[in-house]
């Protein structure tokens, strides 16, 4: 081995070691990717909406979210971010924005989030249920995993491993979210978020 290759060697009948160094290697892709920075920017808008908010009224909650979000979209697309992305991230705002004038209320701006949180758990479940974890087929298709893997029995039961994370997410997510929702709970709920 090579002191530029620090990869451990792997042994066929050690599922161990191909998991340890997965998980390392797919979190370095995402930080490649600038995903958790993506998560920070996409949090930003809904905490201005909830002080916005709480401070002076569902509209003024809006107007702080939309400016957030189009302030963080510049500075992105000064580091270089897609417009497609940076596009897609202001549109999520305004609609989650749209829901507080289409249902006259603050918490429609959670609304969106509410759903999105149930569709995902479902999804997430279902994939488990059918034997084909949905992280397995989403980072194939975004080329986080290799098109033919060295083991892919492991990978599989690794992605059955995530999935199965991503649905106790999600569900722990509807868990909290919708009874909040229904209770209008907008700065419980987005503590909660």
Known sequence: MDSDDQRPMLDPGDGRTESRGVVPEMWGKCRAMH????????AAPAIG???GYSAAGAEVGVFVAIVIAVVLGA???????????????????????LFVEITGE???????????SVVMT??????????KPLSYTVTRKIRLE????????????????ITFAWFVF????VAVMVPLYLADKSVARAGAA
């Open 75 to 97: 500075v992105r697309l000064m580091r270089g971010d897609s417009v497609r992305v940076v596009a897609l991230a202001v549109l999520v705002i305004l609609v989650f924005s």
């Open 35 to 42: 995903g958790p920075q993506h998560i920070l920017d996409g």
């Open 122 to 131: 479902v999804l997430f479940g279902a994939t488990l249920l059918t034997g």
């Open 106 to 116: 603050g918490r429609g701006f959670y609304l969106p989030e509410v759903a999105l």
């Open 146 to 161: 290799p098109a033919e893997p060295a083991a892919p029995a492991l990978r599989l039961r690794l992605h059955r491993r």
């Open 49 to 51: 909406f909830l002080i």
């Open 170 to 173: 999600w569900a722990v997510h």
